[in-house]
C-alpha cells in the first residue's frame, strides 16, 4: 500500500482535490487542507524530510509582497467608486439619448457603455448590474425584444474580462510570469473586434428584424437635435490630435498615438466647458452634454492605460492613480461622500482578503503538489495528447470553459494555470497569446447558460414577474429566465468565434513584439485544419499520432526564444 501511495501520491492529490471542489467546499481553505495533509503523509512515507514544511512562510510571503497584486485592490476600489456615483448612469443616459433615433440605438449604447465601463471599472458584477437596473426597463418600455435587450447587456458587461485594466489579465500576467503591460497591449486587439462584433450583430438585427429594436420616440429625445456640431467638434477633435500624434513621434520614445490622442479629447472637452460656462453658443447642447459626460472617463483611462503604454507607470502605479482619478471624478460630480468611500473599501477589502486566501491556499498546495514531482505528472500527461499544440489547446480551452461555471476565474488561475506554463513552453506557444486566449475563454464561460455568472447577475436585478413602469404607469411583462437564456446564445456563438479568430491570427495578440511571426494564408489553413481535427497530421511541435497510431514524440522541453 505505501509504495502504491509513494508512486501515485499526485494523481491521488489532484483528485482529492477535484472531489473536495465538487462537495462544494470554500477553495482556499480545500487547497490548504490538501497541501497541509498530503505533506505530512508524504512526511511520514518518507518522500520529504521532516523538516519539508519549513519553506511555506517563504512561499506566503512571496505572496503577499507580491506588488503585482497590489494593482488588484487598486482597480477595484476605482471601479466600485464609479460605480456608486453613478458614473453608469449618466453614461447610458446620454448615450441613449445620442444614438436613440436610430434603430438598435439603446442596444448601440449598452455596447458602447459596457466598453467603457469595461475599460475603466475592470468589473464585471458592477457592469452588468448597472446596466440591468438602467438599460433594460428602457428598452423594454420601448419595444425592444427581451431577448436582444438581455444579451446584449449581459454580453457587453462581461468584456471587462478582456478589455484592460482587466483583473484577469493581472492575475494571468503574474501566474504566467509576463508583463502585465504585455498583456494590456496584447488584449486590446481582440477586446475591440469582441466589441465591435458585439454592434454588429445589433446591426445585423435591426436590418433583418427592424421591431426588435425600433428608435427612441421624438418624444423621449430629451437633449434635441443637433448632431451636426457634434460630428464638427469630433472632426476637429481628430485632426487636432492627428496632428499631435505627428508632433510628439519626434519627441517621444513609445506610443505617441497617446499623447495625440490626449491632446485631442482635452480639447473637446475644453470647447464644451467653455461653451456651458461662458455661454457661447457655438455647440448644441447634445454635443455639449454628449462631450462633458464622455471625456471625464476617457481622461480617467488615459490616465490608467496611457500611461502604462507610454512607460510612464507600471499597472500598479496606474491603478493607485486610476482610484484617485475616480475619488476626483466623484467629488467634481458632487457625489463623493464619506458612506461612499465606505462601502467601496470595505467591498474593496473583501475581494483582496477573497483573492489573497486562495492564492495562499494555492501557494500550500502547489508546495505538497510539486514536492511530488504533480507538475511534472500534469507536463507528461498534457504533451502526451495527440495533436500537438492544436490538441493542447483544444483540452486546456475545454477544462476551463467548464470549471469556469463552477468556480471564480481567480480560483481556476491560481490553481490551473501554474501547471500549465511548463507544457505550453514546451509547444512553443507565446505565454501572452495563451492568456488572452484563456482570458477570452473565461469571458465566454461568464454567458453561457444555465451556469455563466453574468447570466446571475442579471437575473438578480431583472423582475421576473409583471410590474409598473416609472414614467409611463403602464403594466409591463417581466423578463423570463428562459428569455435571458435565448437572448446569449448568439453571443456565445461570437465569443468562440473570437476564440477561433485569435488562435488563427496569432498576431492580434503578438503585436506587442517587434519580432512576432505574421503567418500567411496557407499556415492559417494548417491551424485551422490541425484545429477541427486535432489528431490527424503530423502532430506539429508536440508530436502526436500519426497514420501509423503510434506513441507520440516528446518535444524539446527548451523555451521559446522571446
Not at 509582497?65 to 476605482?78: D, K, R
Not at 508583463?179 to 436590418?207: E, K, Q
Not at 502604462?308 to 476626483?328: C, D, N
Request: proline share 6%; net charge neutral.
Amino acid at each position: 500500500m505505501s509504495a502504491f501511495l509513494v508512486a501515485n501520491l499526485a494523481p491521488i492529490m489532484f483528485g482529492s482535490l477535484v472531489v473536495l471542489m465538487l462537495l462544494g467546499y470554500p477553495i482556499a481553505f480545500s487547497l490548504a487542507a490538501l497541501g497541509l495533509g498530503f505533506g505530512f503523509l508524504g512526511i511520514e512515507l518518507g518522500l520529504f524530510a521532516p523538516g519539508f514544511f519549513q519553506a511555506l512562510p517563504d512561499r506566503v510571503y512571496g505572496a503577499m509582497a507580491n506588488e503585482t497584486l497590489l494593482a488588484i485592490p487598486f482597480f477595484t476600489f476605482m471601479g466600485l467608486v464609479l460605480e456608486r456615483s453613478r458614473m453608469a448612469e449618466d453614461l447610458l443616459d446620454t448615450m441613449g439619448q445620442l444614438f436613440g433615433s436610430v434603430r438598435g440605438g439603446l442596444a448601440y449604447a449598452v455596447v458602447f457603455v459596457g466598453a467603457l465601463l469595461a475599460a475603466t471599472t475592470g468589473v464585471v458584477a458592477a457592469a452588468v448590474i448597472s446596466m440591468g437596473l438602467i438599460s433594460l426597463p428602457i428598452m423594454l418600455r420601448y419595444g425592444y425584444d427581451r431577448r436582444l435587450a438581455t444579451g446584449v447587456i449581459v454580453a457587453s458587461g462581461t468584456l471587462a474580462q478582456i478589455l484592460p485594466p482587466s483583473l484577469v489579465l493581472i492575475v494571468l500576467a503574474d501566474q504566467l510570469g509576463r508583463s502585465v503591460g504585455d498583456m494590456y497591449a496584447g488584449a486590446m486587439l481582440p477586446a475591440l473586434m469582441l466589441t465591435a462584433a458585439f454592434a454588429l450583430y445589433v446591426f445585423i438585427n435591426t436590418l433583418l428584424r427592424p421591431a426588435m429594436a425600433p428608435p427612441l420616440p421624438q418624444e423621449a429625445r430629451r437633449l434635441g437635435r443637433g448632431m451636426t456640431s457634434l460630428l464638427v467638434l469630433t472632426a476637429v477633435a481628430i485632426g487636432v490630435g492627428w496632428a499631435a500624434t505627428a508632433w510628439f513621434s519626434g519627441r517621444v520614445e513609445q506610443a505617441p498615438y497617446v499623447y495625440g490622442a490626449a491632446t485631442g479629447v482635452l480639447l473637446a472637452f475644453a470647447v464644451a466647458w467653455a461653451n456651458r460656462r461662458l455661454t457661447l453658443g457655438v455647440l448644441s447642447h447634445l454635443a455639449e452634454q454628449v462631450t462633458l459626460v464622455l471625456v471625464p472617463p476617457l481622461a480617467l483611462i488615459f490616465l490608467v492605460l496611457g500611461t502604462i503604454f507610454v512607460g510612464l507607470a507600471t499597472p500598479t502605479e496606474g491603478g493607485a492613480m486610476g482610484a484617485v482619478g475616480a475619488l476626483a471624478l466623484a467629488a467634481l460630480k458632487g457625489r463623493l461622500s464619506l458612506r461612499l468611500s465606505r462601502e467601496a473599501a470595505e467591498s474593496t477589502l473583501r475581494l483582496s482578503a477573497f483573492v489573497m486566501f486562495v492564492l495562499i491556499g494555492a501557494r500550500v498546495f502547489s508546495l505538497t503538489f510539486y514536492g511530488v514531482s504533480g507538475h511534472i505528472w500534469v507536463k507528461d500527461l498534457l504533451l502526451a495528447l495527440p495533436g500537438g499544440e492544436a490538441g493542447f489547446l483544444l483540452f486546456v480551452g475545454l477544462t476551463v470553459f467548464f470549471l469556469g461555471f463552477f468556480l471564480d476565474f481567480f480560483e481556476i488561475v491560481f490553481i490551473l494555470v501554474p501547471l500549465l506554463v511548463a507544457p505550453a513552453q514546451a509547444l512553443g506557444i507565446d505565454l501572452v497569446w495563451f492568456g488572452v486566449l484563456l482570458a477570452v475563454n473565461f469571458q465566454t464561460s461568464f454567458l453561457t447558460p444555465p451556469f455563466g455568472f453574468s447570466l446571475f447577475y442579471l437575473r438578480s436585478v431583472t423582475p421576473s414577474g409583471e410590474y409598473e413602469d416609472e414614467v409611463t404607469g403602464a403594466r409591463v411583462r417581466g423578463v423570463d429566465t428562459l428569455e435571458i437564456y435565448r437572448g446569449v446564445i448568439p453571443f456565445v456563438a461570437i465569443q468562440v468565434m473570437m476564440i477561433v479568430v485569435v488562435y488563427l491570427a496569432p498576431g492580434l495578440v503578438t503585436h506587442y513584439r517587434s519580432d512576432a511571426p505574421v503567418l500567411d494564408e496557407e499556415q492559417v489553413r494548417e491551424r485551422l485544419d490541425r484545429l477541427i481535427m486535432p489528431g490527424l497530421g503530423d502532430g506539429g511541435a508536440g508530436g502526436g499520432f500519426g497514420p501509423g497510431f503510434g506513441p507520440p514524440q516528446m518535444p524539446s522541453f527548451a523555451p521559446p526564444p522571446q
